[in-house]
């Protein structure tokens, strides 16, 4: 079973850009399906991106066009790429793996998004 720890979140301007990464421990992170999710303050957690084993790749409406995940098997890593970034994007971010009847999450990392 992986273990998963997230950096490169902070505070960015509207309209900026921000990377996140998620770096994976373990040997199986390849047969594993990423996800990155967010929580703000008051709302529930949702779905941001997700990549699977077989680098399909999906988006939630809000980020389609601005947020691109991806992942380096060999680097045992996903990157969350964030454009055009929006206040309404403020929240944690964490980062999720998914294989059969596991589920492993991130600590999470902060992104801000104001002026």
């Known amino acids: 079973q992986v273990q998963l720890v997230e950096s490169g979140g902070g505070l960015v301007q509207p309209g900026g850009s921000l990377r996140l990464s998620c770096a994976a421990s373990g040997s199986t992170f390849s047969a594993y399906s990423m996800n990155w999710y967010r929580q703000a303050p008051g709302k529930q957690r949702e779905l941001v991106a997700t990549?699977?084993?077989?680098?399909?790749?999906n988006y939630a409406d809000f980020v389609k066009g601005r947020f691109t995940i991806s992942r380096d098997n060999a680097k045992k890593t996903v990157y969350l790429q964030m454009n055009s970034l929006k206040p309404e994007d403020t929240a944690v971010y964490y980062c999720?793996?998914?294989?059969?009847?596991?589920?492993?999450w991130g600590q999470g990392t902060q992104v801000t998004v104001s002026s």
């Open positions: 990549i699977t084993s077989g680098l399909s790749t």
């Open positions: 999720n793996g998914k294989r059969l009847v596991y589920s492993v």
